[in-house]
């Protein structure tokens, strides 16, 4: 059996679909955090088996195939700082709130 | 052109810089020093306009050489339109220099002595610079625009001489109520100004008057423009309906008085129709309207000059009156008329201003004629000006008044319009007795001393004679009269002579008054008038029987004075309480003043009520409404959807993604 694009994306959408659940019905923020980061890679998943699969313009050959690796590297910077921000955040939460559970954190209802 | 004409206007604004330089780095707020830098800027101006007079009369006249502009240059461009600034010193504006000048100086040199030891002498020589600084930039002025910007000027400056002593409340009243009221009329000018501009797209008065002439502009349009136009000059000249600002302008110190009516402010309106009679004669319906203004004015003003108590009230009013009489000579068509009257009124009713001024000042602040009387004996100089004023004012000959005057009469009487002839006749008389009425009743007689004055000299400890000064209670009683700035100091009844300074002046105009009109006599061809109208010679003829006629009507008017107030062989109050609705109907300024405040503080304030009830409770209530009605209706229902709980959002926001991905999948591609 030859691993074709489908694989690599039906492994996606379900890592996608894994991070997604954690978001919603996880109540530790922490954990909402590592869902978030799960989806991430999924969509990584993706960015580079289109990049190794799909076909590129002929006005495009000198790039061929880097484009979507490149995309790959851009979240993963990304997503560290965003860790890192998202971390802190939850530290100053915990300092005022004593919690890091979402449900305890509900000013923003009416 | 001479290069030092352009001096003319600048040496009073350098008067001005001077003595706010002195006032504020050197401290200077009573000096002498403020007083003669403003003669010296002043009297240079008279001399140098005095020149450009000479060199103007040296030009080559005709009638149809257009009006000389010089100097011109380039103020700023805004979308495509030039806005020039420049200068005319075409004879009219020649001679309006002369008379600005001079009339300032005199009243410079004069208010020395009235103003000495005022806390604001510097100030108000600062002031005065100001305000003949913008006549004279007014005078010179070759477009509307520039005509505008220091038509506006003298309407400030007049506000801050006349509230000069703005602790009064009265005065800082008078002071609005004159620059509001000229405000309600130069709002008429500036939409004039505006239509004739969308019209020719120029300000020129010369580029509107070729535009006129060659009948590009024309008819109602033409008509409506120089209505509003002439709008601005009635507020400033003190035309009916906007008359009231005037008589309340006496709060002022007399010697702005005298500047005000004489030369700088009220001249202002007279001279700018004069100025603008090219385009005015395009429309024979605004003309109409001037006359027609004039003419009633002249009559309107003089009834009430009549029964005023005030010496400055009735000058007030007779000014309005002759400036209603050159408003009519300018609409009947006749330039020189209108203009001529001008000239020598600027002299005599200087006069008479600075003349009452000199008996105010000399009675320690009385205003009432009827607590003059027998004033002749004590300031012989005074009553002799002044009666040489009167004598020009009610238009006997040979006084200058009378040339001038005439000339008016005549032209309404050549226009075949027997109202207004009768209108300018009438008034001739009046005149005639209200200024010799109040000549009668403050020179002749026996003194009338205020008894208020005389009661409060009695109980407040004026018991030493000897004590010229002790009289403190003098300054409050008088309140709202013409003192509280230093001469207050004498005894009720210790009338005295002016110092030279005043008396010096009067003696200079009151010359004037008598000899001013042979400019333009018969005796001289006309020479006036050739030079305004721009030709060598007018044809200047006394219509003999007209002449006897204005003459014999104004010496009734001072048989009548004579019969009321100097011989007494008939009562003034048995006569008065005979006419008693018409004499409340004068003496209430046919309640034009009280119709005003009815206007305003009802009417009007009354609408502005129900406007803001509209406003808040109408447009406001419609806001407010939306906003309580969308509360009510989505507001509380999508309450319910903020739950406070983050997974909850993120749910909301991931099916909102999923319905966005799936509405862009399903789209078909476009071809």
Redesign the interface.
């Known amino acids: 059996m030859t691993i074709t694009l489908t694989h690599f994306l039906v492994l996606s959408g379900i890592i996608f679909s894994i991070g997604?659940f954690g978001?919603?019905?996880k109540r530790n923020v922490v954990s909402i955090l590592m869902s978030i980061e799960m989806m991430f890679n999924a969509v990584n998943i993706t960015l580079v088996a289109f990049s190794r699969y799909l076909p590129v313009p002929a006005s495009n050959s000198a790039a061929r195939g880097l484009n979507g690796q490149v995309f790959a590297l851009f979240i993963i910077a990304v997503a560290a700082a965003e860790a890192a921000v998202a971390l802190a955040i939850i530290l100053a939460v915990y300092r005022g709130r004593r919690t890091v559970s979402?449900?305890d954190?509900?000013?923003?209802?009416? | 052109m001479p290069s030092y004409v352009w001096l003319i206007p600048l040496l009073p604004l350098a008067g001005l810089i001077v003595n706010f330089l002195l006032m504020v780095f050197g401290g200077m707020r009573q000096s002498r020093v403020s007083g003669y830098v403003a003669i010296l800027a002043m009297g240079a101006a008279f001399v140098l306009s005095v020149l450009a007079l000479f060199w103007a009369m040296g030009q080559p006249r005709s009638t149809d050489m257009p009006i000389p502009v010089v100097g011109s240059f380039n103020w700023y461009t805004a979308g495509g339109v030039a806005f020039p600034l420049g200068a005319i010193f075409d004879p009219l504006a020649v001679v309006m220099l002369v008379v600005v000048t001079f009339v300032s100086t005199l009243v410079q040199i004069y208010s020395q002595g009235y103003m000495d030891g005022d806390p604001g002498y510097a100030r108000y020589y600062a002031f005065m610079c100001l305000f003949t600084m913008s006549m004279l930039g007014l005078v010179i002025a070759p477009n509307f625009l520039q005509m505008y910007i220091f038509w506006e000027l003298v309407g400030v400056s007049s506000y801050l001489l006349i509230g000069f002593w703005w602790g009064r409340p009265s005065a800082a009243a008078a002071a609005k109520k004159a620059f509001i009221t000229t405000r309600v009329g130069d709002l008429g000018f500036l939409i004039g100004i505006l239509i004739l501009f969308t019209q020719t797209h120029t300000f020129d008065f010369a580029k509107i008057a070729d535009a006129v002439k060659t009948g590009s502009l024309g008819g109602t349009t033409l008509a409506i423009a120089m209505i509003l136009v002439f709008a601005g000059a009635v507020g400033k000249s003190a035309q009916f309906p906007l008359h009231a600002w005037l008589p309340d302008a006496m709060e002022g110190p007399t010697p702005v008085s005298a500047l005000i009516h004489a030369a700088t402010m009220v001249a202002a309106g007279v001279y700018m129709v004069a100025r603008t009679m090219p385009i005015f004669q395009g429309s024979p319906e605004a003309m109409l309207v001037v006359a027609w203004i004039g003419g009633f004015t002249a009559l309107f003003a003089a009834t009430q000059g009549l029964v005023m108590s005030d010496i400055k009230r009735v000058l007030a009013y007779s000014t309005i009156s002759q400036l209603g009489y050159m408003m009519l000579g300018l609409g009947l068509g006749s330039l020189t008329a209108g203009t001529f009257h001008l000239v020598t009124h600027a002299f005599f009713k200087a006069l008479l201003f600075l003349a009452a001024g000199a008996v105010i000042h000399g009675t320690g602040g009385e205003q009432n004629m009827f607590y003059m009387g027998g004033l002749f004996k004590k300031m012989p100089v005074t009553a002799l000006t002044f009666l040489a004023g009167s004598l020009a004012l009610a238009a006997i000959p040979p006084f200058a008044g009378f040339w001038s005057k005439d000339e008016i009469v005549g032209a309404a009487y050549q226009s075949g319009n027997v109202v207004l002839f009768l209108f300018a006749i009438i008034t001739a008389g009046l005149t005639a007795f209200y200024i010799f009425r109040a000549w009668f009743m403050t020179f002749l007689g026996e003194r009338r001393l205020n008894p208020e004055l005389v009661a409060a000299a009695a109980h407040g400890g004026y018991s030493n004679g000897h004590d010229g000064h002790g009289l403190d209670a003098h300054g409050h009683l008088t309140d709202g009269h013409d003192t509280g700035h230093g001469h207050s100091g004498h005894a009720p009844g210790d009338a005295h002579e002016s110092p030279l300074v005043m008396t010096g002046p009067l003696i200079v105009l009151a010359i004037l008054a008598v000899v001013a009109g042979f400019i333009g006599s018969p005796l001289f061809h006309g020479a006036f008038q050739g030079f305004v109208a721009g030709s060598q010679e007018a044809d200047v003829a006394i219509d003999v029987p007209l002449a006897a006629l204005s003459t014999g009507i104004g010496l009734l008017g001072i048989l009548i004075a004579w019969a009321f107030y100097g011989a007494h062989w008939l009562s003034a109050e048995a006569f008065t309480a005979k006419l008693r609705p018409i004499y409340l109907l004068f003496l209430n300024r046919y309640y034009v003043d009280d119709i005003y405040g009815w206007l305003v503080g009802t009417v009007l304030l009354g609408l502005s009520h129900g406007f803001a009830w509209f406003d808040r409770a109408i447009v406001d209530g419609i806001v407010n409404g939306v906003a309580w009605l969308s509360y009510a209706i989505f507001g509380r229902v999508l309450t319910w959807a903020e739950t406070g709980r983050m997974p909850n959002y993120a749910l909301g926001f991931f099916v909102g993604v999923i319905i966005i991905a799936g509405i862009v999948v399903g789209i078909p591609v476009g071809h």
């Not at chain 1, 954190?105 to 009416?110: H, S």
Request: overall charge neutral; proline content about 0%; aromatic content about 8%.
């Open positions: 997604l978001v919603l019905a979402v449900e954190v509900n000013l923003m209802k009416w």
